[in-house]
């Protein structure tokens, strides 16, 4: 045991200490001072967003090996005592568009441009040149995915419980899981690599759909997010977090967030308005209200909801309901998910995922996981309305759904919500 631990802490300390070294790269090796960090943005041809943090890190030795214990334990501390740095100016040059921005009081700024040339054919990622301005000027160099002409659909995807398990917001368990614990498939959910990757490359292979990360966690744990994801082989994407926590010893407890996530998920909509949006999220928290509201602004738009199936709690049940009421009405499908491997089904079946894909999430999730006997998807279709006309709301028996998701409590349940003519992709393709 004292071995694992030890393996684990030291593991952990490289990856804590690994932004630390990369930061100096900003102000000459191995010196502080002001450090840029942008973070991964987004975009379409037409507008770019990108985010980033300006803070002061303490010098470290020149000469010293980075990779000693003593070296990583120093980076450790200058780590802990970054301080943030507001009120300084940031230009941001993105083709032939140009901005000047502020830094907020926690050191974040946000730039938001409007290109008028014609971008590069080739390439999802295109660079950002940012300039931060002090004696002497501090260049750095983001990045922002605009989804290449291929793609058919946008996927957002929620972090929490959904690709990882919960423990993302606290540092020291997070850690634990992911380098104490040897099994990293208790840290992802297994198989949700070999998903990503099918929905990214799309049916054809080679769709490049954006995809966009939603996480409640603060942006401080932006680099070890960015580190798991490249670890199990999750496609990369911008991750927008949720709130800047702004924890200090006067304010110990995180800020309230309100309505960012669907603010967020309204934005990407208005952004990539002729492209329809896959939703993906777990049943654990507040995700069936906050896609049950999108579903129901934007009929038509999104092609299917996935839920993780996390939780067994009854009123967790009522909101799902909700939910399965809101997307039958817009003529899309709910997949109560009990694992990956059903999510790839249903993905595949919709044309969302090639066929063969789903092999490679099952052979994955069979890899990670304790593997065990998996009831039958339940299948629930929206009865159309009973009147002549039309109208009305698609019958959903919420005894129906509650009955398929507790069954016999032993074994998760997937459960597919569907209209009796469920909609397809190249059907929503506008």
Known sequence: MASRVRKGATKALRVLTRPVRRAQGYGGKGRGGLVVEPYRGYGSRDEVFLIGRVFHQSPGIPGED????RAQWRDLRRRIARRKVAGVTVTARFGDAATRVETDRDGYFRVHLHPRAALPAEGDWHPVDLLLEAEPPIPAEGAVFIPPESCRCVVVSDIDDTVMRTGVANKLKMLWRLFVEDAESRVAFPGVAALYRALHAGAGGDAGNPMLYVSRAPWGLYEMLSEFFQRHGIPAGPVLFLREWGLSWTHPLPRRATDHKQALIRHMLALYGDLPFVLIGDSGQHDPEVYAQIVEENPGRVLAVYIRNVSRDAARIEEIVRLAGAVARAGSSLVLAADSVAMAEHAAAIGLIAPEAV????????????????????RITAEPPDDKAGAGDPAISPDAIAEALVGDGAVPATVVVEPEEPASLPSLRR
């Not at 980075?66 to 214990?69: A, G, H, M, N």
């Not at 092999?359 to 339940?378: L, S």
């Open 66 to 69: 980075p990779e000693s214990l």
């Open 359 to 378: 092999a490679g999430v099952a052979d994955e999730h069979a890899a990670d996981a304790e593997t065990g006997p998996r009831r039958e998807t339940a």
